[in-house]
């Protein structure tokens, strides 16, 4: 598929993003390999990793085989990764970013985003989830300033061309707005059907932040036909209406709500069809149907997380 078509969505420090990006968590080993060899065949050039995801060596690897065959230079595709909850420590930033730039056996990232605004003790790199005797995560205190401070540095080191932020709510991103230096370009937040996040998005356009999308599908289960939607008939008639499938429409919806959606999947043909969502166009009827599926039921709770002072789901935001 010729990639002319897809649309890009420009940050405020220039760069570039296409308007879909394949999601990487839970795609482990030879599976996420692949998938990202046939996302890059097929027209990706915007892969969503993290840190914490445990597959940076295998989405290297494939950037790499595909620089190699020619299909693409490294300028052409873009690589998000994630500052994990343990290296938020300002003197832990940088070696983190180059570890991961080590995993991918890249030069830089195009975007490094503060995974979530809570942070854990460092037990060691790869102790993620560190725990106590009680079996409790070990949560910091470290303030969320600080930590985008050494962000910052990251740029000017060159290691990473854009900095953002991920599951900020709209005072921890009011406040990183009035103390900041750099601006962020993102901010990737919870966005499906179910769970839209209208203000919070709102609040983003109007900081010229760019919203990326995960878990757009909510996570779909074709075994225990979850999320309803997805196997609703309502939106299975909007569906039959383009002659494009469920999940098609709807990421083409949250495109059409200014949201960059980050599906993920390690199916070949999910993963292409997933991509085929800018030749048709949503009619204000269609809008209306899948606006009665927002609940505001949010699907990610980071339960472990919420006795921190950082924990951002306890700021009450109205959800339409
Ligand atoms: N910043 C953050 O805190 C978070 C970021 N993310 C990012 O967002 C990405 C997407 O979210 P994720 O949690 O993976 O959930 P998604 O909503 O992308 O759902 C993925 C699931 O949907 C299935 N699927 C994919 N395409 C289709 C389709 N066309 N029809 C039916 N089922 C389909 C996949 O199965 P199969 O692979 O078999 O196709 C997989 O089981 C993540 O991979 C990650 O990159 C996610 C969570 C939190
Ligand atoms: O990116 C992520 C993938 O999903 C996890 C939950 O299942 C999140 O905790 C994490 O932020």
């Given at each position: 598929m010729s990639t002319n078509k897809i649309p890009y969505l420009k940050h405020h420090d220039g760069t570039q993003i296409q308007a879909i990006g394949l999601g990487t968590y839970s795609s482990l080993g030879g599976d996420c390999e692949r998938a990202v060899l046939h996302a890059i065949d097929v027209g990706y050039r915007h892969i969503d990793c993290a840190y914490f995801y445990g597959n940076e060596s295998e989405v290297g690897a494939a950037v790499r085989q595909k620089i190699k065959e020619g299909v693409i230079k490294r300028e052409d595709i873009f690589i998000t990764s994630k500052l994990w909850?343990?290296?938020?420590e300002p003197e832990r930033v940088e070696h983190a970013c180059r570890k991961t730039l080590e995993n991918f056996g890249?030069?830089?990232?195009d975007l490094y985003l503060i995974h979530w605004p809570f942070s854990y003790v460092y037990r060691g790199d790869n102790v993620m989830t560190p725990t106590d005797e009680n079996g409790e995560v070990e949560l910091s205190d470290v303030d969320i300033l600080d930590t985008w401070r050494a962000m910052e540095k990251l740029v000017e080191l060159g290691l990473t061309k854009s900095i953002g932020v991920s599951n900020f709510n709209s005072e921890q991103l009011s406040r990183l707005l009035a103390n900041c230096t750099i601006k962020p370009v993102q901010n990737q937040i919870e966005c499906n059907p179910a769970f839209i996040q209208t203000q919070l998005i709102e609040l983003c356009k109007k900081n010229d932040i760019v919203v990326t999308g995960y878990c757009p599908l909510r996570r779909g289960n074709p075994a225990t036909r979850t999320p309803n939607y997805i196997y609703d008939a309502k939106v299975e008639a909007i569906a039959d209406k383009y002659r494009k499938s469920t999940a098609q429409v709807v990421l083409r919806y949250l495109f059409e709500l200014g949201v960059v959606p980050l599906p993920k999947s390690s199916n070949p043909q999910r993963i292409q069809d997933n991509f085929n969502i800018f030749d048709f166009k949503l009619d204000e009827l269609d809008h209306a149907v899948l606006q009665t599926y927002n609940t505001g039921d949010r699907l990610i709770l980071a339960k472990q997380a919420i006795k921190s002072k950082n924990y951002p789901f306890n700021v009450i935001v109205p959800f339409c």
């Open positions: 909850n343990h290296f938020h890249l030069e830089y990232v």
